[in-house]
């Protein structure tokens, strides 16, 4: 019978054990330390394109993913709690099903290369190739930067900040080229070293385009700081 008892208790701890790691536990849905998988890769994906997070997009939710996930949040005033639960999900641009959020400014990978892809055709189609990825650098940058909106749609749609939207050739269809061109963007390409501007020297009415500080030139546009 002692042995009986004993049992039961020993259970009885098991269960009340259980039950306080499930309470203190990140949501089922939630992407978290020692999570695997695609959601985490399109996590890390955004961690990296944004400057939060360096290395590989391997799936594994592991110490720098943790911490890029911290500053992401600290920065955009979420809990830094270390966990992608909905708020920071949505405020990532995604849903924690691996889709797009609804109500989310940001977009999924194949949307951000073509939304990318359809600005560098409006902007740099006929340029040199080095030049086209350098234009889809520029909006990586410009992500990146405090000075700037922290999605990619923010930074293009931004009023004024491209002919392209202006004159509405972002409304073209974009080659297999230009789509070329941003997803090497998107994986790290800076040809233009972090340059937040560029300009046709030949085009260009702005005043204040000229006060930039050119770093390089590739085909007709000047990169600038």
């Known amino acids: 019978m002692k042995r009986m008892w004993k049992l039961r208790a020993i259970l009885a701890g098991l269960a009340a054990a259980v039950m306080l790691f499930a309470s203190a536990a990140p949501a089922d849905a939630a992407v978290y330390w020692g999570s695997r998988g695609e959601e985490v890769r399109q996590v890390q994906r955004r961690l990296k394109q944004w400057g939060y997070m360096d290395g590989e997009a391997d799936g594994v939710f592991g110490q720098a993913t943790y911490?890029?996930?911290?500053?992401?949040?600290?920065k955009n005033g979420l809990a830094a709690d270390g966990v992608v639960g909905d708020d920071t999900a949505e405020a990532m641009g995604l849903s924690l099903g691996g889709t797009v959020a609804a109500s989310s400014s940001g977009s999924s990978y194949a949307g951000d290369?073509?939304?990318?892809?359809?600005?560098?055709?409006?902007?740099?189609r006929g340029e040199p190739y080095v030049g086209m990825v350098a234009v889809g650098a520029v909006v990586l940058n410009r992500v990146r930067s405090s000075r700037f909106p922290?999605?990619?749609?923010?930074?293009i749609y931004?009023?004024?900040a491209f002919d392209a939207v202006k004159d509405g050739q972002i409304n073209l269809t974009p080659n297999e080229q230009s789509r070329r061109a941003a997803r090497?963007?998107?994986n790290g390409w800076d040809p233009t070293g972090g340059c937040l501007y560029y300009y046709n020297?030949?085009?260009a009415t702005s005043s204040w385009i000229w006060t930039r500080e050119v770093?390089?030139?590739?085909?007709?546009?000047?990169?600038?700081v």
């Open 184 to 186: 090497d963007a998107l």
């Open 67 to 74: 911490d890029a996930v911290v500053r992401f949040q600290r």
């Open 201 to 203: 020297p030949a085009t």
């Open 158 to 160: 931004q009023s004024g």
């Open 215 to 224: 770093r390089l030139n590739i085909g007709d546009h000047s990169f600038a």
């Open 113 to 124: 290369v073509e939304l990318l892809a359809r600005l560098i055709h409006g902007e740099a």
């Open 150 to 155: 922290n999605t990619i749609a923010g930074v």
